[in-house]
């Protein structure tokens, strides 16, 4: 009977999805399997980041490796665990110190990396003891992270070249969830549905409507997402609003340290337009003006606390809500009220209003104001 006295954890990152159609996937997987299997070490799962760079990091802030780190340090993966990894550039193509953090944090934390390519076993006694360990291990993140940043200075010449000789034909495929390229790559079709769509969220919002109404309008006729999502959402009505790729414009973009940034000018009837110059313009002065300026106003201004008050419990702004005579006001979190997993109940609205003028009734308003403050906020707006 073959007793397993160490749990062993296989770690597998694949940059892009094209991959996978390769044979990267099979024989990482089969290694780790080998390898467990001749050291004596249980195979309890595999963790995969499949389209994931570790270039910025992403593996780490947004992929399973993350996850893992957490569970580390939360003690749901027990001390004395084996990491499985193919290469330490697996593990990272951050930049030096970055990626270096990383693989100390899993070593301090009582995990062992094993680098399958080299036959490395790494601990923290290892790398303390024997410095060619540690220079063997920084030369491969180093080497890792200069092939990727070369790797993405030519991706960035070659679309700058794409860019520069623009001649109508489409330089990616990736566009606006209401649009497709064409099959000659000659341009991009409207996707019937999905624009009649955001031609209505614009009128809606030309006719003042909030995206909090939009959204609730969208999902109450069952209006078939064009998002990534199964149903709308407030924060999505409001990427479409500011999205200039209704005018046809494309912004090319590049990631600069983790940050995406716009690069270029944008390039002008490069996607077909759904709405006119006159309509965007104008929704954005709308949105401008409402912002801030929630709450029901009835005949006198009812809520005092009008955009400045945020739920507890998850961070979500409190709205204003007057459903008449017969029921009372009350300021009501959106994520509860949305059923989106808060539960905080409704706070009564006269009650809450008269506690916290009571309260501000308290505080000496002249001790919190500066003897020269008109003069700074004079100045202030000079600047």
């Known amino acids: 009977i073959i007793v397993f006295m160490v749990k062993g954890y296989s770690y597998i990152r694949m940059s892009t999805d094209i991959q996978l159609k390769g044979d990267s996937l099979r024989r990482q ?5 080998n390898y467990c299997e001749n050291n004596n070490i249980e195979l309890v799962e595999s963790i995969q980041d499949i389209g994931i760079s570790g270039f910025r990091g992403k593996n780490v802030s947004e992929g399973s490796l993350g996850k893992f780190l957490e569970m580390i340090k939360n003690g749901k993966i027990s001390k004395g665990s084996c990491l499985i990894i193919e290469s330490l550039d697996r593990l990272s193509r951050d930049k030096v110190l970055l990626a270096f953090s990383v693989f100390t944090d899993i070593l301090s934390n009582g995990i062992t990396i094993i680098t399958l390519q080299d036959n490395q076993v790494y601990t923290s006694e290892t790398v303390n003891n024997n410095p060619g360990q540690l220079f063997l291990s920084l030369g491969v993140m180093l080497r890792s992270h200069d092939e990727s940043k070369t790797k993405s200075n030519r991706i960035s010449s070659v679309w700058k070249h794409k860019r520069d000789s623009y001649n109508g034909t489409i330089l990616t495929s990736r566009c606006p969830s209401w649009m497709k390229p064409k099959k000659d790559k000659s341009g991009f079709d409207l996707i019937e549905s999905h624009s009649n769509t955001v031609k ?3 009128q809606w919002s030309l006719n003042g409507d909030g995206s909090l109404v939009i959204t609730r309008r969208l999902n109450d006729t069952k209006t078939p997402s064009i998002g990534k999502t199964k149903q709308w959402n407030k924060s999505y009505i409001a990427k479409i609003l500011n999205n200039r790729s209704v005018l046809g414009e494309y912004q090319p973009h590049i990631h600069v340290d983790n940050t995406r940034e716009p690069v270029g000018s944008p390039l002008l009837d490069y996607y077909p337009r759904v709405v006119s110059d006159v309509t965007f313009i104008k929704v954005q002065n709308g949105i401008k003006d ?9 005949k006198s201004f009812s809520n005092l606390f009008s955009g400045i008050v945020y739920c507890d419990n998850c961070g979500s702004k409190l709205n204003y809500f007057n459903k008449g005579k017969k029921s009372k006001t009350h300021l009501w979190c959106l994520n509860s009220h949305h059923h989106k997993g808060c539960v905080s109940k409704p706070w009564n609205y006269h009650q809450l209003e008269d506690c916290l003028l009571t309260s501000l009734g308290e505080i000496n308003i002249q001790e ?4 020269d403050f008109i003069s700074k906020n004079e100045e202030l707006k000079d600047r």
Not at 29 to 33: A, G, P, Q
Not at 290 to 298: F, V
């Open 29 to 33: 997987m089969e290694m780790s399997k």
């Open 200 to 202: 209505k969220i614009f």
């Open 290 to 298: 409402r912002t801030n300026k929630g709450g029901r106003k009835g």
């Open 368 to 371: 919190l104001i500066d003897s």
